[in-house]
């Protein structure tokens, strides 16, 4: 396979997308959310899913990669700007041990998986664990401020949507939305680019740095479509608790209005929101790319797109793997807090 000319990276690029959407899809949740926690035996079955799981996508991804157009022994003789006879190229799929039966090479990589060694890459030479924990923090960060600034728009605008239902402040927040859902996270962090660099001068376009000037565009890129959508989401759930009983009750004993939406309507509308935070988070670990290419920020993302366009198979494997048991692991974390978070199920325990 490997004496495949390179023609087009698009090919890789597509792989790569198929591989993100069997990650994005892979979760699982509560069925009877809300009424009664995981079991000792249910948190067991999770763990044997996710192994089964995290084996389906590694030879997914494996198979896929090993099917892409290109030769990534040619191409890092490329990147080092020297131009090999087919001797030398043959040699070096040897001691990599490409030239091995597609199975063989699979189980090796597998076992050296098992083992924390999840290959080098073979652009940078480096191994694939050491680049993937040097950008995980980062990306985090990431995601962890856009979340952060997310809440801090959609979780007032929803509440003061549901609580104005039908008049003119509801219908300017549900505009909003509509507008923040229809805008692409590139066009936005090239708007902000082009406004807030070029325009105000108040960030520089390219930042070397590490701290607020490098972090807060991308996040606030980020967090513009997730608050659209979060908007939405809280206007309607709390909507649903303004309709139940102990709301007309609470009103009829003459509570203050304030007190009924936020120490009784708002907790209780914040289960299903639980569930949206945990998939937007692993979401937004794996989902960056786009926006980290766009602003330069070093993360995850930005790596992974760099693997692509080098044909770095090992890197490109070892991230889908680690994004996707991140990814599972978080969505049994919400799960599990449900116990925390509904008094109900405390209850019936």
């Known amino acids: ?27 699982f949740k509560n069925e009877r959310l809300g009424e009664e926690a995981l079991s000792a035996k249910q948190i067991l079955q999770r763990f044997l899913q996710i192994i089964v799981v995290l084996l389906g996508i590694s030879f997914l991804t494996f198979m ?45 990589w597998l076992g050296n998986c098992l083992q924390g060694d999840f290959g080098t890459s073979y652009s940078t030479k480096k191994p694939v664990g050491q680049l993937l924990s040097a950008r995980l923090w980062p990306t985090v960060k990431l995601a962890l401020l856009s979340l952060v600034l997310m809440l801090i728009v959609s979780v007032p605008l929803g509440m003061l949507s549901a609580v104005y239902q039908n008049k003119p402040i509801d219908y300017i927040v549900r505009g909003f939305t509509f507008i923040g859902v229809s805008m692409p996270n590139f066009w936005v962090g090239l708007l902000l680019l082009y406004v807030v660099c070029l325009q105000w001068g108040l960030l520089p376009v390219v930042s070397t740095g590490t701290g607020f000037q490098k972090i807060i565009l991308p996040a606030i890129t980020l967090a513009f479509a997730m608050a659209s959508k979060y908007t939405r989401q809280v206007r309607t759930a709390v909507l649903e608790e303004l309709h139940q009983d102990y709301v ?34 692993g979401s937004l670990l794996g989902g960056t790319a786009v926006v980290e290419v766009i602003f330069g920020y070093q993360g995850l993302g930005n790596l992974a797109v760099s693997a692509i366009t080098k044909y770095d198979y090992n890197l490109i494997q070892g991230y889908v793997l680690w994004v996707a048991l991140i990814y599972m692991v978080l969505n049994l974390l919400v799960d599990l807090s449900y116990y925390f978070v509904d008094p109900r199920i405390r209850l019936k325990k």
């Open 64 to 108: 896929l990669t090993y099917l892409a157009p290109g030769d990534p022994v040619r191409t890092m003789y490329s990147a080092a700007g020297t131009i090999p006879t087919e001797e030398v190229l043959n040699e070096r799929r040897e001691e990599l041990g490409l030239n091995d039966p597609i199975l063989v090479q699979y189980g090796r």
């Open 248 to 281: 007309i009750g609470a009103r009829a004993r003459g509570s203050n209005e304030r007190e009924i939406l936020w120490k009784q309507v708002f907790p209780n509308s914040l289960l299903p929101l639980i569930t949206m935070l945990g998939l937007s988070l």
């Open 1 to 27: 396979m490997w004496d495949t000319p390179i023609t087009s990276r698009g090919l890789v690029v597509y792989l790569y997308r198929i591989s993100e959407e069997i990650r994005y899809s892979v979760h």
